[in-house]
């Protein structure tokens, strides 16, 4: 099975993952897991990849496990932050004793594989095949107005002379603009820190002006005009547009995680109660790792 956007095909590993197969031939990885397929009970169902909702330590480790071996890379390779909803960016070259606080990891080690858990928010995943460089990236309404994505652009290029024309991005499942209300709180820096930012925001008047979303769906709750739903991907798209990554290079899963739960979990959906995906990426070491 493949999930397609833009004629680019995701490979679905059974139920476990999508992963974007045509970065085999430079040895590198890039893979979004879904929500089946592992061993954690309801809410967690099943393949949760965070203990800190509830679900046990030994369910997550299980189920990295069970990721992993489908992906063939070593789980104690995974390198996730603890997520802050902030805008650090942290390098890495060897496995830390302790997840670092931030919410994207760059990595120039091959054998390491940058990852963020979500289940809303953004995941972006960045390769360069040149530089050989990874890198993965959280990006919720907080990490948007902070301009994250492109914080992780400027790291690359200053710090490794990464050229943006030579990345590969991918976008992972997200709540997408059907399903993402919110209020002012949200909305008012929202607008104040992102260039054109009404074209990220739909606020409906009526049912008369009801308009597709980029899913092609209506967003929910459409009819009331005091709600407005956010465009967190599509924000996201253009962070890395605007960067300098040719869009042709930009390769997304474009499918909601609260409009799909056979597929994703959703902290909005579930109210919290509910599971972690998560996002890697990363070039396979030279050390038995296959492809």
Request: aromatic fraction near 4%; glycine fraction near 8%; charged fraction near 25%.
């Amino acid at each position: 099975m493949t999930l397609l956007e833009d004629d680019v095909a995701f490979s679905q590993i059974d139920n476990v993952a999508l992963k974007l197969p045509g970065l085999d031939q430079c040895g590198a990885l890039m893979a979004f897991s879904l929500r089946g397929g592992g061993v954690s009970p309801r809410p967690f169902d099943s393949l949760n990849s965070s203990a800190e909702e509830g679900d046990s330590v030994e369910n997550v480790k299980e189920n990295l496990r069970i990721l992993s071996e489908r992906l063939v890379i070593d789980s104690h390779r995974i390198v996730t932050p603890r997520q802050v909803h902030g805008d650090e960016v942290v390098i890495i070259d060897d496995i830390p004793k302790q997840p670092p606080e931030a919410d994207a990891i760059v990595t120039t080690t091959p054998g390491i594989y940058p990852a963020v858990r979500t289940a809303d928010c953004v995941p972006i995943l960045l390769i360069d095949p040149v530089r050989r460089i990874s890198a993965a990236v959280h990006v919720g309404w907080r990490g948007a107005v902070l301009r994250i994505a492109r914080k992780v652009l400027r790291h690359m290029n200053d710090k490794f002379e990464c050229s943006p024309e030579d990345l590969i991005a991918g976008l992972g499942p997200a709540i997408g603009r059907c399903c993402y209300a919110v209020d002012e709180q949200v909305l008012k820096p929202f607008r104040q820190n992102i260039p054109g930012a009404e074209r990220f925001i739909h606020i409906p008047v009526g049912p008369a002006s009801l308009s597709a979303t980029g899913l092609g769906k209506q967003p929910r709750d459409s009819t009331n005009p005091k709600k407005a739903f956010l465009d967190l991907p599509g924000m996201a798209r253009f962070e890395l547009i605007s960067g300098g990554i040719p869009e042709r290079n930009i390769h997304a899963v474009d499918l909601c995680t609260s409009c799909q739960p056979d597929l994703f979990f959703s902290h909005r959906r579930d109210s919290g109660r509910t599971g972690r995906h998560i996002a890697v990426a990363g070039f396979r070491s030279a050390l038995g790792e296959a492809i």
